[in-house]
């Protein structure tokens, strides 16, 4: 694993680059097809009403896809990644137009750990509300 | 209705492989938007030190849940999957995944937890290749949401 950051040039609060993450319904039926979750949820609105949900929403695992990838191409190595875990706290409703629904995606480094390892925290909100919770990878830097 | 927590610990036998496909890999990507070479290029993955395109780090998820599938679908256990959400989702990797890897995983029930009518199920899956090397655990928090009226 070669990351092309190295450990002695973070700091703790270090900020990554922030990405910004459209998703549409043509996205949700993309990503339904590619990882096998054809929860209809997804993709349906008269079955996401009819279980109490808004509109229809993002999988939780897109989002969570989508995060990680501000560590990514920051680390440059997706190999470095060697933890990774969220909380999904909110749901990001895609509503049926052209525009759909933006995740945005902050992250700082939070600390910096034994073997040249950081831990790197992300934000992601969506419609002004957090949608991941304790969103956090370890990284292998170099 | 409670789980019986007669389950926590519970193993499950691995699952037949999974053959992970360089194609398979480029369409998660494309489907995420993720253009990073490492996921589509064997020379980009070689120059980063693998020996092969790598996945994204949720590819896996497509595997360990379909194992987990064992588990809720489980009739003894008795979930009731029309009331699941996903909770938490975490993976700590000994490598990541690439193509070609033959994949299998065991499924474990690590939690079972009721609150406030909610069953809260913890499922740990281990993932190793062909020659028994771990590659990826996987721990998955589902959420069946309390029946209205019950």
Known sequence: ?142 | MALDQSFVGRTYPPTVPYEVGREKIREFAEAVGDDNPAYTDPAAATALGHPEVIAPPTFVFAITFAAAGQVVEDPQLGLDYSRVVHGDQRFAYSRPVRAGDRLRVTSTIEAIKSLAGNDILDIRGEVHDEAGEHVVTAWTKLVARAAEGA
């Not at chain 1, 950051?5 to 609060?13: F, L």
């Not at chain 1, 749901?91 to 933006?102: C, Q, R, S, Y």
């Not at chain 1, 992250?107 to 831990?119: T, Y």
């Open chain 1, 1 to 142: 694993m070669t990351a092309k950051i190295t450990y002695d040039e973070v700091e703790v609060g270090t900020e990554l680059p922030a990405g910004s993450f459209p998703v549409t319904r043509a996205t949700l039926v993309r990503y339904a097809g590619a990882s096998g979750d054809f929860n209809p949820i997804h993709w349906n609105e008269r079955f996401a009403r009819e279980v109490g949900l808004p509109d229809v929403i993002a999988h939780g695992m897109f989002t969570m896809a989508e995060a990680i990838r501000v560590v990514t191409d920051w680390a440059g190595d997706p190999g470095a990644v060697v933890e990774y875990g969220v909380r999904f706290t909110k749901p990001v409703v895609v509503p049926d137009d052209e525009t759909g629904a933006l995740i945005e995606v902050s992250a700082k480094v939070g600390a910096k750990l034994d073997d040249r390892r950081v831990r790197v925290d992300l934000t992601a909100m969506s419609a002004g509300q957090k949608v991941l919770g304790m969103s956090r990878a370890v990284v292998q830097l170099a």
